[in-house]
């Protein structure tokens, strides 16, 4: 037979777990109704939540980025293809060595990163990783989608050499390569 005390510590515990579900309930209600949790990007997100999000993205890029990943020589020919790639996807948001990012990707919230010191912070899996499958909630886009592994891992080269480069050489990069584009275009070749 169950005792009094057995039958209490039931019911109280019975009690508790309905209240939680309860109050979970009205707090999901609340986030689902637009009360508690605004959308807008103009509204930057609380210090708790843009903590949250953003440690809970270092760790999942940790995670996943164990393992090989493709990797190409560093050819002149690689870095001018990740070069290309740069210029064409990534420069309007990242910005360069002496080049702003675009101004309207200062209204995207959370701001894409410059990219300069970008393998100071992260590993070259880790740069793969980020490029290959991009980020959830921030606008960057997984590349892996659309690009050939062969060309991310180009672009992941490039970035890893970038930092090296000056402003005016990557200028001159730049340069290099819209005059590429002009010369192909002229000659009606994709």
Not at 38 to 58: D, E, L, R
Not at 66 to 83: F, I, K, N, S, Y
Not at 108 to 137: C, F, Q
């Amino acid at each position: 037979m169950i005792g009094e005390a057995t039958r209490r510590l039931f019911w109280g515990w019975l009690l508790g777990l309905a209240t939680c579900a309860v109050i979970a309930a009205i707090v999901i209600a609340l986030i689902l109704s637009g009360i508690i949790f605004n959308t807008s990007a103009t509204q930057p997100h609380s210090k708790a939540f843009a903590w949250g999000a953003h440690v809970t993205m270092i760790n999942s890029v940790a995670r996943r980025s164990r393992g090989d990943v493709p990797t190409v020589p560093m050819t002149r020919e690689t870095l001018m293809a990740g070069a290309r790639q740069y210029e064409a996807h990534c420069i309007i948001c990242h910005g360069g060595p002496g080049v702003a990012r675009a101004p309207w990707a200062s209204g995207m919230l959370p701001t894409p990163p410059y990219l300069i010191d970008a393998p100071s912070r992260w590993s070259h899996a880790e740069l793969y990783n980020l490029v290959h499958d991009g980020v959830k909630m921030t606008g960057m886009p997984a590349w892996g989608e659309v690009e050939s592994d062969r060309q991310v891992a180009e672009v992941v080269a490039f970035l890893e050499v970038m930092p090296k480069m000056s402003p005016d050489q990557f200028a001159r990069l730049r340069q290099r390569i819209r005059a590429e584009q002009v010369a192909q275009s002229t000659r009606g070749t994709p």
